[in-house]
Structures are given as C-alpha cells and as structure tokens.
C-alpha cells in the first residue's frame, strides 16, 4: 500500500482509508426541535412497525384459535355424552325397581288372602278354629237398661237487674 491518500497514474483517485472514525455531529440549535419532532415521528413509526403482525404469526394466532374452539365442542359433547349415559343408567335402574316394587305387590296380595292368613295362624301362632264346644252361652234378662233421667231441667229466663233487686228484697 502506498502512504499517501493519492494514486499515480494517468487518473489518480484518492484512496478510501481501511477505517473511518465516526464523528457524532449536533444538530443547531435551530435544527434541535426539528430533531425532537422528527426522532418522535421515527420512535411512533417504529412502534408502529413492531405492533404489525407478521403474516405467519396472524396465521398461527388462527390456528391456535380454531384449536380452541374445536376443544371446547369436543368437551362440551363428551360432557353430554356423560349425561346420557347417566340418564341412561338410571333409567334402567329405575325399571328394575319397579320389576321388583311389583313383584313384592303381588306378593302381598297373595298374602292377604283370607286362606293364606287361616293357614299362617293355625301354622305359627298355633289358632283354631271355634267349636260348639268351646261356645259360652249367657241369658240375659229382657228389661230395658236405660234409666230415665231424674233431675229437672230448669230453663231460666233473663231477668233484669232491677228485677233480680227486687227478688232480693222480697225474698222470692
């Protein structure tokens, strides 16, 4: 490399140092509010740059809300499922309890059968049925047992004050 900035040759070109100090500039005073207005301008223009939503990351927030929606159907149908087979569980429960409400219906009524209940006392309770034997016989007299009653009813009429006075006084 040569030492000095300059070439020769038939066209010298001034030669482009390897490296270049960077030297901050202030703007003027008279530029600064510029300055304020335009790094204000260029800080809203790249937020909103960072708030726009890449493509692909509009396309995957879809997805991912599509997913959820079919999860929701899918819980909300297994939880109905649950219900029918609950229903459906008690239903046949429900019919057996009746096969055997029935059932102990019917035996009750063969139990209340009057040859049934003759059977079951002679059976457990050792009963039987009455003889002329056992028969007591008792004469009563034919007269009649109601008495009449002895006592007056005495209905008293309302009498004034003035005349219970004077009853008083009387001696009546």
């Not at 057996?96 to 079951?120: P, W």
Request: hydrophobic share 30%; net charge positive; glycine share 2%.
């Amino acid at each position: 490399m040569a030492y000095n900035r300059y070439q020769y040759g038939t066209s010298p070109r001034k030669l482009q140092p390897e490296y270049e100090p960077q030297v901050k500039r202030y703007p003027k005073k008279s530029t600064a509010k510029k300055a304020k207005v335009e790094t204000k301008k260029r800080v809203k223009t790249r937020q909103k740059e960072k708030r726009k939503v890449k493509p692909e990351a509009k396309m995957m927030l879809y997805v991912a809300i599509g997913f959820m929606i079919l999860l929701a159907i899918s819980y909300r149908n297994s939880v109905i499922n649950e219900k029918f087979t609950k229903i459906k569980e008690l239903k046949s429960n429900l019919s057996t309890l009746q096969k055997e409400n029935e059932q102990l219906e019917a035996n009750i009524e063969s139990s209340l059968n009057l040859k049934t209940i003759e059977q079951s006392a002679r059976d457990t309770l050792g009963m039987q049925k009455l003889d002329n034997s056992q028969s007591v016989y008792i004469n009563l007299p034919k007269q009649d047992y109601i008495e009449p009653a002895v006592e007056e009813i005495n209905k008293e009429e309302e009498v004034s004050i003035w005349e219970k006075i004077i009853h008083f006084i009387t001696g009546k």
